[in-house]
Every structure is written in structure tokens, then in C-alpha cells.
């Protein structure tokens, strides 16, 4: 499989009516983990809730979190529309191959994406597990993936000092 070039890509990340705080906090979270550029919400039940918020390192200060009426309709046209979600005929995600400027849309928790937006995405994938997922494990997934078959993984251990908490001084014996 060939590795995608992500370096210098647009990825965004659009929430189907959310419904959790403590999923979209987590969603923010891996956004702030994977590099995603921007988290857009469609829906009313997130900010009734947002008060409860749990972005426990504050990417919503570094990430824009904005409430849209639509997902699509004013994304860049070099943006390619991927729907995750579990779809007759979608793409499992290990075989997908990510656009180097991807806008992610997941369905709520309780509920799927529409129809209208499957129709008009350019890629639907699904991750072939035994059962669904919740929507922050999900997105930690898609972007994990887009992550591991990137053309400029950053394996060093500065990644590691620079990532791990502040408490975190272990290291692996015999490995300098």
C-alpha cells in the first residue's frame, strides 16, 4: 500500500448533532494529538451541554470547535468529503487510502449519518469491528490510521519528550 503524504494536508474533523461533552472533549483531544486543523459540529445538543465540557488540555484554545448548519457546504474544493461510518459497500479502513486534505464526518452517538451526506461524500470507510464503536474511540482510530501510513512518521524520542506527561521519565533499558 503506498503511504500517503499528509505533511502540510488540511484535515478536518465534522461531528454529525453530537450529543456528549465528554465525547466531543475527547474528539478535541485527538484533534490536538493528530494534527487536525479544524473540528466542525452541525446540531443543537452539544452546546446545551458544552458547560459539562471535558477538553482536559484546552485544544479548543488551539483548534477551532465551530457549530455549522452544514458539514459540507463550505468546505475547500480540494477537500475530499470521507463519512465514516458502518455502511453497506464502504471501504474497510486498513485498505483506505486518506486524501491528503480529508474532512472526517462521524455520525452522533446515538444515531448514523445521513443518507444525503453518504450520497455526497467521495469516500465512505468503516472500521471493521464486531459491534460500533463510540465517536471519540472512533476518531482517534480514522486519525491513528491517517497517522501510521503517513510518509512523515515521527518516531524519535523527542516526539516522546515532548508528548508524554511532565511525571513520565521512563525509558526502555538498554535503549538509549
Not at 472500521?127 to 474511540?137: D, V
Amino acid at each position: 500500500m503506498m503511504k500517503n503524504d499528509v505533511q502540510n494536508s488540511t484535515v478536518m474533523v465534522g461531528l454529525t448533532n453530537p450529543k456528549s461533552p465528554s465525547n466531543v472533549g475527547a474528539v478535541m483531544r485527538a484533534a490536538g494529538c493528530y494534527g487536525v486543523n479544524e473540528v466542525i459540529y452541525t446540531g443543537q445538543r452539544y452546546q446545551q451541554a458544552a458547560k459539562f465540557s471535558t477538553d482536559t488540555k484546552n485544544i479548543s484554545q488551539q483548534i477551532p470547535l465551530t457549530p455549522v448548519e452544514s458539514l459540507i457546504s463550505n468546505k475547500d474544493e480540494n477537500v475530499e468529503v470521507v463519512c465514516v461510518e458502518l455502511v453497506e459497500g464502504a471501504t474497510p479502513l486498513p485498505l483506505f487510502e486518506h486524501p491528503r486534505n480529508a474532512l472526517y464526518i462521524l455520525g452522533p452517538e446515538d444515531g448514523s449519518i445521513s443518507q444525503k451526506l453518504v450520497d455526497e461524500a467521495d469516500h465512505v470507510v468503516y472500521i471493521p469491528t464486531k459491534g460500533c464503536m463510540n465517536l471519540a474511540a472512533t476518531v482517534n482510530v480514522v486519525l491513528y490510521d491517517r497517522l501510521a501510513k503517513s510518509e512523515h512518521l515521527d518516531i524519535s524520542n523527542e516526539l516522546i519528550k515532548q508528548s508524554r506527561d511532565t511525571n513520565n521519565k521512563i525509558k526502555v533499558k538498554n535503549n538509549n
